[in-house]
């Protein structure tokens, strides 16, 4: 932080914050106010910046919570900024960055200190907080607002109805960040919260009318991906007699405004990746998820969770449903772009499975789009990568996947569009693919890292259950997807043959033996059966559907055909052989006739032909393999950690003492 780099380490002797920390009360109107405010700081981003900044401010809160009881000096702050913020709109309008500027310091210090608050207390107690006034002798207190409920409605309206602009950027994402540490009572706590104080504050009363209004701003935030603006010179002069970070107001303002929020700052050099991203869009994104996964109220279900079930697109012109008075239109064109642009990031991988999954309107227009590969190929560029990628990441991409793969539709059109060059699929060169057999490959490849690596019996079910959706659409498979599908079953009847081995060993030299490892046994056949009977009725379906658009699975199955011999007779896999090992027997006899010594040419070419004269009656119909994502019960004890464990990590100037965590486990994040 270049010439500031000492200013957090003189914090807590700050004579100012001494004193707003101090045992003397301070009236709204004490011209103090204007002296505390009138700071030039930039927001560290640095992990020992900010962590320098919370060990300083924890020093002041730990002063405040013994003496605001008295002095009621934290709910004097906050009356100032709620006093300000009434004339926010006009000074935006007018360009007056002086008033914006001290705005924004206001709810700076009220962020600061709510986060230690939060931290350190039950939320019972913070409500304390708020009522205290100054208690001079023989005074009662005669107002009864509910200073918390203003707070929130206030924060709401100024993301809401200021517009932005370079002069309210700073101020809309500190808006934005108070309100994810009005929420973060969560972190400190083990179980999913309930019955918060907040949460009801936020579902009824004043903020509930702006539900809709509030959601629609922060999508549209992360739609838009505004950058920071760009820092101004850095005119603010030190006084002599300053106090650490304050500056005097007279030496320039307005130049002066952008030092107070950049990522970067005076003296600092950002890094690359936050230097690429926009702030606030990844603010707003996380302040959606965290409303979107609050629980319901016993007689409220969660308005924020209503409204993202229900927006719509801005070219659909049917009247609103009385029912939702949550419900509003945004622009899907927009909307899909940003999904496309933004899958990198964990947070808009789980917007886009929310919005496929909830709500109805998203998922029919993404289905409809014709550059659905826009969407698709970000996503499978996440399993591909599933070495780098954190675990939830990887499910978020393959349930997206299984939803998708859902529409008849999407599995004919995936097999339609034509890729050129796929430069991240390392195993072989792609010059020119289907879609679909892009899918394919990168499916079949998560479950073979799945079975060498994590053994997760989750991914796997996921895998198997998108490819079981596609199977009866498989159209003009790429010879390599064709090789891979079976390679896969050499691979499953491998570890099949080894772990039957095991269990026979294992069942010999148990006799006479009390203690038996069989189950263990047992029951990793059971499971590997399992898969290998998913993976027969995948390659049944293509052929009993799509044969004739398939010649190169037909070429691939009579290649490894003795793969299959053993099967034949078991009896879990008796019944689903019968076609494959009818379309084997049928093809070997035309190539026998064929003679010997024939090209691949030759061989499609003779494939192709009997796939025509094959009698289509003779293969034995099965049920169509479908599979349907339904998500768990109680989804919130996986979404609500996940959500907040995205906040701890990629949240813009917030750090939390990890120490302090309750929620999850730091490496689950």
């Known amino acids: 932080m270049g010439a500031n780099s000492s200013s957090i380490s003189e914090l807590p002797e700050n004579e100012y914050l001494k004193k707003l920390s101090g045992a003397e009360p301070i009236s709204e109107n004490d011209p103090f106010w204007n002296q505390l405010l009138s700071f030039s700081f930039t927001t560290p981003t640095n992990s020992a910046d900010l962590k320098l900044l919370e060990e300083a401010t924890i020093s002041i809160c730990k002063s405040l919570v013994e003496k605001n009881p008295r002095t009621g000096n934290l709910g004097s702050l906050i009356k100032v900024f709620l006093s300000r913020t009434k004339e926010l709109k006009i000074s935006a309008e007018c360009q007056n960055h002086l008033f914006i500027w001290q705005a924004h310091n206001a709810l700076f210090i009220i962020c600061s200190l709510l986060k230690v608050f939060i931290s350190r207390m039950s939320e019972e107690e913070l409500q304390l907080h708020f009522t205290y006034e100054d208690k001079a002798p023989g005074s009662y207190g005669t107002e009864c607002e509910d200073l918390i409920e203003e707070l929130l409605c206030c924060l709401i309206q100024l993301i809401v109805e200021i517009p932005l602009l370079d002069i309210t950027y700073s101020i809309s994402l500190e808006a934005v960040t108070t309100l994810i540490v009005f929420l973060s009572c969560q972190l400190f706590r083990k179980e999913i919260l309930r019955d918060s104080i907040v949460h009801k504050y936020l579902m009824r009363g004043r903020c509930l009318p702006y539900t809709s209004r509030l959601v629609k701003t922060l999508l549209y935030n992360f739609i838009r991906q505004e950058r920071r603006p760009p820092p101004g010179t850095h005119v603010f002069q030190q006084q002599s007699d300053g106090g650490g970070l304050l500056y005097g107001i007279a030496s320039g303002v307005a130049t002066g405004l952008w030092t107070v929020f950049t990522l970067g700052g005076v003296g600092s050099k950002p890094t690359p990746q936050l230097e690429q991203c926009s702030p606030l869009a990844n603010q707003s994104l996380l302040l959606l998820l965290v409303l979107a996964n609050l629980t319901d109220a016993p007689d409220t279900p969660n308005p924020y969770r209503q409204a993202i079930m229900s927006f719509r697109n801005t070219q659909d012109s049917t009247a609103f449903s009385s029912s939702n008075p949550h419900a509003f239109q945004i622009n899907f064109n927009s909307l899909y772009t940003a999904l496309c642009d933004q899958q990198k990031s964990d947070q808009a991988t789980l917007l886009l499975y929310m919005l496929l999954h909830q709500n109805g309107n998203v998922r029919t227009y993404v289905l409809a789009r014709t550059d659905i590969e826009n969407l698709v190929l970000p996503i499978l560029e996440i399993l591909y990568h599933v070495e780098e990628r954190n675990s939830h990441h990887v499910y978020m991409a393959l349930i997206i996947l299984l939803i998708l793969t859902e529409d008849d539709g999407f599995n004919r059109s995936i097999h339609e569009v034509i890729l050129k060059n796929i430069t991240w699929y390392a195993e072989r060169v792609l010059t020119e693919i289907s879609l679909g057999s892009l899918l394919i490959l990168v499916v079949i490849r998560t479950i073979q890292y799945n079975m060498t690596r994590t053994r997760d019996k989750y991914l796997h079910t996921n895998c198997l259950a998108a490819l079981a959706n596609m199977s009866a659409q498989f159209r003009s498979l790429h010879q390599y997807a064709a090789q891979r599908i079976i390679s896969l079953f050499s691979l499953l009847s491998k570890k099949h043959n080894k772990v039957l081995e095991q269990a026979t060993q294992s069942l010999r030299g148990s006799v006479g033996s009390n203690d038996s490892p069989l189950p263990d046994y047992a029951q990793d056949l059971n499971v590997i059966e399992e898969v290998i009977r998913m993976m027969l009725e995948i390659i049944n379906s293509c052929l009993t559907n799509s044969l004739h658009h398939n ?33 084997i027997s049928f093809f070997s006899s035309r190539l026998e006739q064929a003679g010997a010594e024939l090209s691949v040419e030759r061989v499609l070419e003779i494939i192709k032909q009997g796939a025509v004269a094959l009698p289509k009656d003779r293969l034995r119909k099965f049920p169509e393999l479908k599979f349907k994502y339904v998500e768990e019960e109680q989804p919130e004890e996986f979404f609500i950690p996940y959500v907040w464990s995205l906040v701890y990590n990629s949240a813009v100037a917030l750090y939390w003492n990890p120490h302090d965590i309750q929620l999850f486990t730091m490496d689950s994040g």
Do not use: C, G
């Not at 055909?561 to 689903?576: A, G, K, N, V």
């Open 551 to 583: 010649p190169n699975l037909v070429y691939a199955l009579l290649y490894k055909r003795d793969l299959f011999e053993q099967f034949r007779t078991h009896p879990s896999f008796q019944d689903i052989m019968q076609n494959i090992d009818l379309v």
